[in-house]
């Protein structure tokens, strides 16, 4: 296969094609995969033609020391709080927009004032964040040899030493709800050690709801792990076949968004043979394909410090009428809210429109779980479309638009597209077809 590069954009549309792996894509034989992968190219054509995938060395929340994460000191500063001590992974790396530091270890602690921001980790990360920081220029990195909680009460009292203790008292240290018992014991316990010491604040979900309006960078970065999706999505229905198993269509799924651009799994894939498709997060296992089943895809990638996220039913031989019915009920549910997703409908009102959708078709009841779900850097993030959401949703939102039908002892399926709320509706990142999938 030959990749052509048209003129005019040559540097950045190869840019593109590196970033996303498809540099290595070949033997895409099938009118069905080669338009899916015509569909990837169609992102790249609307994306890297602008600046959208310009990929700058972090994300962008704490760009400078004047305005350090301007979202999250005017929040403190709303709520009365003087100081944010952060543990929570996801969060840090949000916020001091690093990439290439962080993993899935609680490594990591960070402490924002109105007037800096300092990171404490250990030295497994110090130099790969120090780089980062070096880069971006506005936080500081400390890799002192001392738990988190004494480190950041002898780092509040430094900061307050020239003050009145009472002066000290009167601030609000906010943190986090995921925070574990024992961290705040052990953080009541290190600010007993020092003269001056803050108000600890709870919070709820405080920093989770400022990431949930994605910029420009994030969205893009999002976009290019869909894209790699995309085209394993496309790979994987020219390779299985009936008498694989579970476990087997699994492994090649995620070694082909590992090898084409992912550089991690959004979260283990699933793949869910016949009756197990009944179980909406059923794991691989030795279950063997056969004819006639339909297989629940449901997998996506981590590409650029950001999660993608799609399913797609596919079925190995004609299906039954009873799926042909179910499946006709999915895709009339998922673009009958696709087509109306925009700011100020509500996660509750989506999702009471699909059940409705399901209901109509003769399959009341048979979905069970939300409609969707937020997306970012962690694969499940705010808003949900729920029935427990009645916020309205707004501009920058990442959704996840994904009805389900699960019939237990028969088969289950679900069809999932992913993309954000703009000002005028809903820009899907998904370019897999919702025509039905037969192998």
């Known amino acids: 296969m030959v990749i052509l590069i048209p003129g005019g954009h040559s540097l950045q549309y190869a840019h ?13 034989e099938s009118s069905f995969q080669g338009g899916i992968l015509l569909n990837i190219f169609a992102v790249f054509r609307n994306c890297c033609g602008s600046d959208q995938l310009d990929f700058p060395p972090g994300k962008g929340w704490l760009q400078n020391i004047r305005g350090v994460n301007r979202p999250l000191r005017a929040a403190c500063a709303d709520a009365g709080m003087g100081a944010f001590f952060v543990r929570d992974t996801s969060n840090i790396a949000w916020l001091t927009a690093f990439d290439g530091v962080f ?24 130099e790969a964040a120090r780089a980062a920081a070096a880069r971006e220029g506005a936080v500081a990195v400390d890799d002192a040899r001392v738990a988190h909680a004494k480190f950041v009460a002898e780092t509040f009292a430094a900061r307050h030493a020239d003050r009145p203790s009472v002066e000290a008292e009167a601030i609000a240290l906010g943190i986090e ?24 604040r709870e919070t709820s979900d405080f920093i989770v709801n400022l990431r949930a309006v994605k ?29 694989m198993t579970e476990r087997e269509v699994q492994i090649e799924l995620e070694d082909f ?13 699933i793949v869910a ?30 590409a650029h410090g950001y999660c993608s996220d799609m399913t797609r039913t596919v ?43 399901l209901a109509d078709a003769g399959f009341a009841g048979k979905m069970g779980h939300s409609l969707g779900h937020g997306v970012g850097i962690d694969i499940h993030e705010q808003p949900a479309l729920s029935p427990r959401n009645e916020q309205p949703l707004v501009p920058g939102n990442v959704v996840t638009v994904e009805p389900g039908i699960y019939l237990p002892g028969e088969f289950g399926m679900r069809l999932e597209d992913f993309g954000v709320i703009t000002p005028d509706g809903f820009e899907v990142f998904t370019r897999s077809t919702h025509d039905p999938v037969i192998l």
């Open 103 to 126: 993993d899935d270890e609680d490594a990591h602690a960070l402490l924002v004032t109105p007037s800096d921001a300092v990171l404490h980790t250990d030295s497994r990360y110090s």
């Open 273 to 302: 043979a016949g009756a197990n498709g009944a179980s909406p997060h059923a794991i691989p296992g030795q279950t063997v394909l056969e004819a006639g089943q339909c297989v629940v895809l449901d997998f996506g990638a981590r």
């Open 16 to 28: 593109c094609l590196f970033l996303c792996g498809f540099l290595h894509i070949y033997r895409l």
């Open 215 to 243: 910029d420009v960078q994030e969205i893009a970065r999002m976009k290019a792990a869909q894209a790699v999706t995309d085209a394993a999505f496309a790979h994987i229905v020219g390779y299985m076949r009936p008498g």
């Open 315 to 357: 079925f190995l031989g004609q299906p039954s009428q009873k799926m042909r019915d179910a499946y006709a009920a999915i895709r009339s549910a998922n673009e009958q809210v696709e087509a109306v997703l925009k700011p100020g409908v509500t996660g509750k009102a989506m999702h009471e429109l699909a059940e409705r959708a």
């Open 177 to 200: 709800d995921s925070m574990s018992l024992a961290g705040f014991r052990a953080l009541e316990a290190a600010f007993a050690e020092v003269p001056e010491r803050p108000k600890l």
């Open 257 to 269: 968004m590992r090898r084409h651009g992912a550089e991690g799994l959004a979260f283990p894939s």
